[in-house]
């Protein structure tokens, strides 16, 4: 899904989807370096925009921020809500 310029609601659905796939969810956490590096290959803008993006998707408790930032996790309490954005973002759920 390479597309020269994406909209904020695409890369949270990107961040979504990477977590999704990685069984991120609650006390179950991904790298933040990691998610970064394999976003920034999706992503425009050398992560910056994953940073804005993330930092939206943990106001939205959509996402846990856990050990000072360094690890992400999607909130298990908004299952139902990440999983119907992403089936409607046409992601393989």
Request: positive net charge; hydrophobic residues 35%; glycine residues 6%.
């Amino acid at each position: 899904m390479v597309k020269s310029t994406q909209t904020d609601k695409e890369i949270q659905d990107s961040i979504l989807f990477y977590l999704w796939q990685e069984g991120a969810w609650g006390e179950v956490y991904t790298n933040y370096e990691k998610m970064k590096r394999r976003l920034g290959m999706v992503v425009k803008n050398n992560g910056k925009n994953v940073d804005k993006q993330l930092k939206k998707l943990v106001n939205d408790r959509l996402v846990l921020k856990l050990k000072q930032g360094r690890t992400y996790s999607l909130n298990h309490l908004y299952r139902n809500t990440i999983e119907e954005r992403l089936i409607e973002a046409e992601f393989p759920v």
